[in-house]
Nanobody, 117 residues
Framework: VQLVQSGGGSVQEGGSLRLSCKAS???????????INWYRQAPGNQRESIAN???????NYADAVKGRFTISRDNGKKMVYLQMNSLTPDDTGIYYC?????????WGQGTQVTVSS
């Protein structure tokens, strides 16, 4: 099983980016049953959870991103997305998708997001 991320990059403050996370090596029904998380790690900081989406498509957000970021999923494509709007320099960091499966942690490879003022 792998989580492969795409998207990210550099943007001016106030801009938007979308991150994608694609799961491979698992069947659709299993992917659909999993909660998928997005974490980020800002320079000099610990990795923190910023959003997750459950199998029932319930979403949760950290206060820092609530109202600006939207997590969604397309189970048929085994994809999870993170739409990030109204970005600020505080959103700069490496973003990771994450899934817990069969007793193991699965992380995406990480995607750099840089927001300049």
């Amino acid at each position: 099983v792998q989580l492969v991320q795409s998207g990210g990059g550099s943007v001016q403050e106030g801009g938007s980016l979308r991150l994608s996370c694609k799961a491979s090596g698992m069947i659709t029904s299993e992917f659909s049953s999993k909660t998928i998380n997005w974490y980020r790690q800002a320079p000099g900081n610990q990795r923190e959870s910023i959003a997750n989406i459950t199998s029932e498509r319930m979403t949760n957000y950290a206060d820092a991103v609530k109202g600006r970021f939207t997590i969604s999923r397309d189970n048929g494509k085994k994809m999870v997305y993170l739409q990030m709007n109204s970005l600020t320099p505080d959103d700069t960091g490496i973003y990771y998708c994450y899934m817990f499966r069969q007793g193991n942690d699965y992380w995406g490879q990480g995607t750099q997001v840089t927001v300049s003022s």
